[in-house]
């Protein structure tokens, strides 16, 4: 009992020393990585920052391999891989992180998020969709959502993009109306385009329920009305179109003398026409009105007034065509207008354009002022090209 005890006694000394050995070979091991997993995160930062993104790479791998249970580092080394354009690496890595089980929920929607991004950028529209639908009900939702209505857009998926506009409204996102107003137009048109005609005016009536002061509901149903031969309905709501939308109105003015002509309002149009011309001139609605005018003097009358407030090459193009119409020689006052119409029209053109930025000047350059290369301006101006 005695030769037990004394061996008992002589042996706990050295395992003491054995513990301690070996606590303190494993505290400098720690240490060890934990020093790596700080200097490469730090190495590939400072290349990230240098546009080294090759070798940035390479660091943030490093990391990851020194640390793998860090989550913030698969977060930066996946979004770099997306930068570049590795798709697939970068899904791989945001996967990798969603198949941990002890990953914690707000990482896990930031993983989510993250790959529902990648399969976008990658053009994988129903894995990208199925992956932020998956975000519903987080704190990612709006984010989501926003992409959803991009997603469904690009993807000519009206009736959904639809469905997520009046979601993000409902939860206070901001207005969409204008926006689905647009949504219900292409509805429209893809409905005419298959023969379904009164799908068509549904959709464009819902357009207009939704933004009652939008313009392209006004010309689309103006448009179609016009087609199907109801003059009068069509000159109806493309009135409507003059007082709500004055500006948008030269989309269709043309087509509203046409229409005018075809319905025999052409004396209540020209008016019409006018008084929208003397509150909002544009060269669209001159020209609406010369072809509702019987008066050639009235005419040149106008374009000749046009051109002296508004230098416009179209402008001038349509007192060209009055003279060749009539065989009435253009006088010298309407010569000399004539002429500083075709200047400002052609001033745009009378520059030098540097080739490797695109920086334009009425001077040569031999050295270009906004990308400071030499001899990148061809010696010849925009015109002679």
Request: proline fraction near 4%; include cysteine; hydrophobic fraction near 40%.
């Amino acid at each position: 009992m005695e030769f037990d005890l004394y061996w008992l006694l002589l042996a706990l000394p050295v395992v003491f020393l054995l513990g301690w050995v070996a606590s303190r070979l494993d505290l400098r091991q720690l240490k060890r990585e934990d020093q790596a997993s700080p200097q490469a995160y730090f190495k590939g930062l400072n290349l990230l920052l240098n546009e080294q993104h090759d070798k940035a790479i390479d660091a943030f791998i490093e990391a990851v391999q020194h640390d793998p249970d860090t989550s913030d580092l698969h977060f930066a080394l996946g979004n770099l891989f997306r930068r570049r354009g590795e798709y697939e690496r970068a899904i791989r890595v945001h996967q990798h992180l969603l198949g941990r089980a002890d990953l914690k929920r707000e990482e896990r929607e930031r993983a989510q998020h993250a790959l529902a991004q990648d399969f976008m950028k990658a053009g994988l529209f129903d894995r990208a969709e199925e992956a932020f639908k998956a975000l519903d009900g987080t704190s990612f939702t709006t984010d989501a959502r926003l992409a959803l209505l991009s997603l469904h857009e690009r993807s000519r998926n009206w009736h959904p993009a639809i469905d997520v506009a009046r979601q993000l409204e409902a939860a206070g996102t901001g207005s969409f109306s204008q926006r689905t107003a647009h949504h219900w137009c292409e509805v429209a048109h893809e409905a005419d385009a298959r023969g379904r005609g009164d799908e068509a005016e549904q959709a464009l009536l819902r357009a207009r329920e939704a933004a009652p002061q939008a313009a392209r509901p006004l010309v689309m149903q103006g448009q179609r009305l016009a087609r199907l031969g109801q003059h009068a309905a069509a000159l109806a709501v493309w009135d409507e179109l003059m007082a709500k939308q004055p500006q948008a109105f030269a989309l269709i003015a043309m087509d509203y003398a046409k229409t005018a002509q075809s319905s025999g309002c052409a004396e209540q149009a020209l008016g019409k026409l006018q008084s929208l011309y003397d509150q909002a001139p544009s060269v669209d609605v001159l020209h609406a009105l010369n072809t509702l005018q019987p008066d050639a003097t009235e005419r040149r009358t106008a374009l000749m007034a046009h051109i002296s407030q508004q230098p416009s090459l179209s402008a001038a193009q349509g007192l060209i065509r009055e003279r060749l119409n009539t065989h009435v020689a253009l006088s010298e006052h309407e010569i000399e207008r004539l002429q500083q119409a075709l200047a400002t029209a052609a001033k745009p053109l009378q520059r030098y354009r540097c080739a490797a930025c695109g920086f334009e000047s009425q001077h040569y350059f031999w050295q270009c002022p906004g990308c400071q290369g030499w001899d990148t301006y061809p010696p010849r101006r925009l015109e002679d090209q």
